[in-house]
């Protein structure tokens, strides 16, 4: 039979494979639908899946040990959909401020950069979350309008799930 076909109805269906968008920069493209009052694009050109091995930085002293360094994405169009599990097996935190880094992507340089929630942890208390550092990504622990401490935040053994989103330039 035909590997690809159109019906009638404009409907294109593709019966074996995958359609592949063979050049830089094109997509799916969603102008026919009605536009938001601030729309900047309607073309979907980027779809990823990917893993990456998040860490504790600043915060930790040199030898800080992992069990478990597990992250995986979700990269559709300029945001990334995130989740990581991390957990510290060994060595000892600081008063430095504490973060997260290994994301996989630059952050926008724009205001709305991205942050994250706690599907659960074992922290010493709850905290909220702020992607920044764009050249760089990092996910910085805050207490408030503070950030907070490698010390304050974390024991040895300490766990946590967590997952978030943030936009790529």
Known sequence: GELVAADSSGNITISNGNLIVGTAGKGIDFSATADGTTMGSELLDDYEEGTFTPAYGQGVDAGFGYANQDGAYVKIGKIVYWELYINGSSGSSNSSSLYIYGFPFTVDTGNARGGATAAWHQYASDYQFYMGNPSSPRLFFYDGSSAVSGNT?????????????????
């Open 153 to 169: 935040v974390l024991a040895t053994g300490d766990a946590a799930h967590l997952y978030g989103s943030y936009r790529v330039p």
